[in-house]
């Protein structure tokens, strides 16, 4: 925000902290997204260049099953995140803690029946997904290593969101980089000097994720400030049941839109390898592997998103959220689109990367075009489902999944009979406009029945009717002033009485003031101020250094500004404290 003296003379609502907060997270959600990532491109790569492109797309069909796999991580893991979040930002940390619990707990038993199941058919799997083609066999030879990643691709896909809805993203990222450092190590050594080919492929995969799962379980369960902790299923098996109905309830959009994606990639195999052969398959990879590229800057949003929208959700305060969302869609939309650009451009030196030159890189550069084109209603699906899932609209989430993931599959087998394999890529581009039609209809729907509840494309209310002040400012000593004045004329004007109102200036005005103390730097703060039934509640949120009021001792006086903090504790009818995704979080109702 900028400095009020500078520009208006009362306070507004900004997006300042929270877009800032977006921001913080982004960077290293992006460098995490990208390390996981990074072991599908690499291994293709790698192998690609040190093998085979046979092999190559061996890796490349087994990418779905993967998929599938993850998807059932998230299954847990994001619906989970979605609630743990918006339970941390109503102050209800216990719940929190349960929820954490569970999804560890659904993990290792969900891993445990996935490796007992697909153990005794792994070739099997291997040519169900290869088809009777050259490529089976280094299929098999690669997923008779990876069956073994199953608990470890889960619970480090797990670990990633949960550790970061906890304000911990460094750590996650540091994890996931410190994964793929091994992993792009170890392709390495045993490709090369080794000579392990394809397995010495897969158990590089394998060992990068049990190091990533290690250093992040070392480095979060040690950490002092973390608000997450494992706890005892004491709530009874009636209610341990009823809370993994609605983990997911929560996740299934995420879980089922990952599922067929994974189906989607599998069938556009098959049907390009029916019409196009190998050579069509090998484009198809190349398109996956850019598709990847492109997908670290949505997974990084929406990586930075959900706990952020999660948090302000559970306040209820849809402004925010609003305000929020909107600017990552601009983000995520605006930076994939200028990588788009880039391959539309020169397609061909894309396909150089993967040693594809010649007649094979001209044939492909048609379709890696349209692929890419696609990959902006690719994202903003996937965002907008992570946002509908993150604010309780499971329909309209579940709704973009299945469409997303099943459209283009009959549009490709009908256009291929008409087009060859130039009917597949036009199929991708018609899809995507398609799903963005289907949800704008759905929305439209939604706001007849409801238009006060949904008014816009984001489906949550512009506000709630007990909100009666809603600004951001810049914790300055002149703001803190204005801030207190600000709050006193609205509130008068919305019917409080003069005794509540000038309260509520004064304890605005001392816990800026002490903030400002405590903190030391520039610290910019979200205030609202809620009506309820017998009491105002001021709701402040700030990156300010950790400042709780509640816990305030008298020996440490000359952190705070001492005669303050004493006058609105005595004011105040009760004070909560939270520390939330590193801000703080004070609840004073008067």
């Known amino acids: 925000v900028i400095p009020m003296k500078d520009v208006r003379s009362v306070p507004v609502k900004t997006s300042t902290l929270v877009t800032g907060k977006f921001r913080e997270f982004f960077v290293p959600t992006l460098l995490a997204s990208m390390a996981s990532q990074m072991g599908v491109f690499v291994d293709s790569l790698l192998v690609g260049n040190m093998i085979s492109s046979n092999a190559m797309a061996g890796v490349g069909v087994c990418l779905p099953l993967e998929q599938i796999l993850g998807s059932s991580a998230l299954l847990f893991s994001v619906g989970a995140a979605a609630m743990i979040a918006a339970a941390l930002g109503s102050g209800k940390n216990n719940e929190a803690d349960r929820l954490y619990s569970y999804v560890i707990t659904l993990d290792l038993v969900a891993a445990t029946l996935f490796l ?9 799997i291997a040519t169900f997904l290869a088809g009777e083609q050259e490529i089976a066999e280094p299929a098999y030879e690669y997923l008779r290593v990876m069956v073994w990643r199953t608990p470890f691709l889960m619970l480090l896909a ?4 949960l550790v970061r809805t906890d304000g911990k993203a460094t750590i996650s990222s540091q994890g996931i980089v410190i994964s793929q450092i091994v992993n792009i190590v170890l392709d390495l050594l045993l490709i090369g000097p080794f000579q392990l080919g394809i397995t010495g492929a897969a158990i590089a995969t394998v060992t990068s994720d049990v190091a990533g799962i290690l250093y992040i379980a070392v480095r979060y369960l040690f950490a002092r400030d973390r608000s997450l902790h494992f706890t ?3 709530e009874g098996i009636k209610v341990f049941f009823k809370r993994v109905k609605e983990i997911l309830a929560s996740g299934m ?9 994974s189906v989607k990639i599998w069938c ?3 049907i390009l390898g029916s019409s196009g052969g190998d050579d069509a398959m090998k484009v198809y990879t190349v398109c996956l592997d850019c598709l990847v590229l492109l997908s670290l800057v949505v997974a990084g949003c929406q990586g930075a998103l959900l706990p952020i929208l999660g948090v302000l959700y559970g ?15 601009k983000f995520t939309l605006g930076i994939d689109a200028i990588c788009i650009l880039f391959i539309c451009l020169f397609p061909k030196y894309v396909f150089g990367i993967f040693k594809i030159t010649g007649d094979l890189a001209e044939k492909g550069s048609f379709g890696l075009r349209l692929f890419s084109l696609s990959v902006l209603g690719v994202a903003f699906s996937f965002m907008m489902m992570y946002y509908y899932s993150t604010v309780e609209q499971a329909a309209a989430a579940n709704l973009i999944s299945v469409v997303e993931g099943i459209l283009v599959v009959p549009m490709s087998l009908l256009s291929v009979r008409f087009l060859a394999d130039d009917g597949v890529w036009i199929s991708f581009v018609l899809s995507e406009i398609l799903t963005v039609v289907v949800v704008l209809i759905y929305v439209r729907l939604k706001q007849r029945k409801n238009p006060d509840a949904c008014p816009d494309i984001y489906l949550i209310p512009k506000t709630i009717s007990e909100l009666l002040y809603d600004v951001s400012v810049e ?8 801030l207190s004045k600000d709050a006193v004329e609205k509130l008068k004007g919305n019917g409080i009485a003069d005794e509540i109102a000038i309260k ?20 910019e703060m979200d205030v609202r101020i809620i009506r309820s039934k017998d009491h105002i509640s001021i709701a402040m949120r700030d990156n300010g250094t950790p400042f709780n009021p509640v816990e305030y001792n008298p020996e440490e006086k000359e952190k705070y500004i001492t005669d303050g903090i004493l006058l609105f504790k005595a004011l105040a009818k009760d004070i909560k404290y939270n520390r939330v995704l590193n801000l703080n979080q004070t609840i004073i109702e008067l």
Do not use: C, H, Q, W
Request: proline share 3%.
């Open 158 to 161: 797990s670990a990633d969101i």
């Open 116 to 124: 007992v199941l697909m153990l005794p058919f792994v070739r099997e």
């Open 232 to 234: 005892a299923f004491d």
């Open 504 to 523: 509520a200036g004064i304890a605005l005005e001392e816990m800026t003031l002490n903030l400002i103390t405590a903190s030391k730097r520039p610290v």
């Open 315 to 329: 306040e209820k305060d849809y402004r925010g959220a609003r305000m929020l969302t909107n600017y990552a869609l």
């Open 268 to 270: 556009v195999y098959r």
């Open 475 to 482: 914790a300055t000593g002149e703001n803190a002033a204005l």
């Open 253 to 261: 959009a995420a879980a089922i839109a990952y599922s067929l994606v």
